[in-house]
């Protein structure tokens, strides 16, 4: 992984030099210098490797986010009780 593949990489997921950095666990400093050509990347291969592991963390990270969202609107398979839907609502439930 070159330096201008990283500095891709770190825009396409929308994360910031220090974001990036964290998640790889390098300094800002460094993540810039590779970027900018200024450090030779010295373990291409692992950095490659480190950001895939990043972007998985990642992704499960949304997924697990979006099911939550979902979740949350999915009606229950109880239908629900008038009266606390009253008291919730102000208003009767007909579960239509």
Known sequence: MSGMELKAWRKRLGLTQREAAEMLEVSVLT????????FRIGQPGLLKLACRMVEMQLTQSSELLSQSRLDDHLPSNQPPN???????????HFGL
């Open 31 to 38: 993540l810039s210098a590779w970027e900018i050509g200024r």
């Open 82 to 92: 008038c009266q606390e839907s009253f008291e919730a609502t102000g208003r009767v």
